[in-house]
């Protein structure tokens, strides 16, 4: 398996998989979006820069290779490769030690940008059981 960073060029490819998944949080020509591949894309997370504060979005990974260690070989070379000094995610609650691997920590919706606290709330109105979790500085 190789995970790496991909080229815009390789996005539509990135972006068949995420609607596979069912992601539809969409992919941005500035996002920095990393990949795992086996001789296909299995696996995609980005970061993208909102209201000039770094998020981490969409971890998807294909339905058949879920719970088999591809998400947290994306972590790992996250940690290892991207800086993501006071990055924030979204991530459902049962994920927290999952994105915790990587030194993201849980936070009070008060703690995080506005934009974000009002996407947590969505989030949280429509069903999702999601907290905001934050790079540890």
């Known amino acids: 398996m190789i995970i790496r ?3 815009k060029t390789e996005y539509p490819k990135a972006r068949k998989l995420c609607e596979a998944c069912s992601y539809n949080g969409g992919l941005q020509d500035d996002d920095l979006v990393v990949m795992a ?3 296909e894309f299995i696996g995609a997370v980005k970061i993208c820069t909102e209201h000039g504060e770094k ?3 969409g971890m998807q990974i294909d339905c058949a290779r879920r719970r088999k260690g591809t998400g947290t070989l994306v972590l790992k070379f996250l940690r290892e490769n991207i800086d993501r ?3 924030y995610c979204i991530p459902y609650k049962h994920l927290k030690a999952f994105y ?3 030194g993201f920590e849980e936070i009070s919706p008060a703690g995080a940008s506005c934009f974000l606290a009002e996407r947590l709330t969505k989030y949280s109105a429509n069903g999702l059981d999601v907290m905001v979790m ?3 500085t």
């Open 5 to 7: 960073i991909i080229e």
């Open 134 to 136: 934050k790079e540890k």
């Open 85 to 87: 000094k006071d990055c």
């Open 37 to 39: 591949e086996d001789d």
């Open 100 to 102: 915790g691997q990587i």
């Open 55 to 57: 998020v981490l979005r």
